[in-house]
T-cell receptor
Framework: DVKVTQSSRYLVKRTGEKVFLECVQD?????MFWYRQDPGLGLRLIYF???????EKGDIPEGYSVSREKKERFSLILESASTNQTSMYLC?????????FGSGTRLTVV | GENVEQHPSTLSVQEGDSAVIKCTYS??????FPWYKQELGKGPQLIID?????GEKKDQRIAVTLNKTAKHFSLHITETQPEDSAVYFC????????????FGAGTILRVKS
């Protein structure tokens, strides 16, 4: 089975901090994604990547950036964390057979 | 861009009854429609999917139907069990575009025993 691993389950950060969320997949998938999940809004796409060093903005990229230096790793960066970025963050990777999600990182910005 | 609407937002059924969740999409080019189940504290897990060249697909107690003309698709769960209680999400995408999924807002399903 494809495994998508997110480095942290829970994070608490202060306003203004730079935050890194890490994601690793073990199946050599080209496509990787970062989604944000909020109650009543479903999952919204922040950024995605089709290949190493390649990135495209999703629906809500403001306040975020990403990095993909290796095929298996896709990082989400909050340049200056704000309280409205408190949320559940989900990483995913995909192939023609479907999309697999990690367990999520619940980020609280105080 | 694509927009997916999902109804109802919450659904309570008695154990053994059927549950139906409905979604509509806006982009006629979308050709892949997965359904995900999310249990508390876990990431969404793919439970069934359907492609636009198929009208219906079944997997044991779960089935999905797709009406391309009306641009809607539905999840049917028969003989519901308490372990079916979870949040369910529908999604739509264009497979050729990297499978970028657009999700519905989710349905909280509660199965009462």
């Amino acid at each position: 089975d494809v495994k998508v691993t997110q480095s942290s389950r829970y994070l608490v950060k202060r306003t203004g901090e730079k935050v890194f969320l890490e994601c690793v997949q073990d199946m050599d998938h080209e496509n990787m994604f970062w989604y944000r999940q909020d109650p009543g809004l479903g999952l919204r796409l922040i950024y995605f990547s089709y290949d190493v060093k390649m990135k495209e903005k999703g629906d809500i990229p403001e306040g975020y950036s990403v990095s993909r230096e290796k095929k298996e790793r896709f990082s989400l960066i909050l340049e200056s964390a704000s309280t409205n970025q408190t949320s559940m963050y989900l990483c995913a990777s995909s192939w023609t057979g479907g999309t697999t999600f990690g367990s999520g990182t619940r980020l609280t910005v105080v | 861009g694509e927009n997916v609407e999902q109804h109802p937002s919450t659904l309570s059924v008695q154990e053994g009854d059927s549950a139906v969740i409905k979604c509509t999409y806006s982009d006629s080019a979308s050709n892949y429609f997965p359904w995900y189940k999310q249990e508390l504290g876990k990431g969404p897990q793919l439970i069934i999917d359907i492609r636009s060249n198929v009208g219906e697909k079944k997997d044991q107690r779960i089935a999905v139907t797709l009406n391309k003309t009306a641009k809607h698709f539905s999840l049917h769960i028969t003989e519901t069990q308490p372990e079916d209680s979870a949040v369910y999400f529908c999604a739509a995408s264009l497979m050729e575009y990297g499978n970028k999924l657009v999700f519905g807002a989710g349905t909280i399903l509660r199965v009462k025993s």
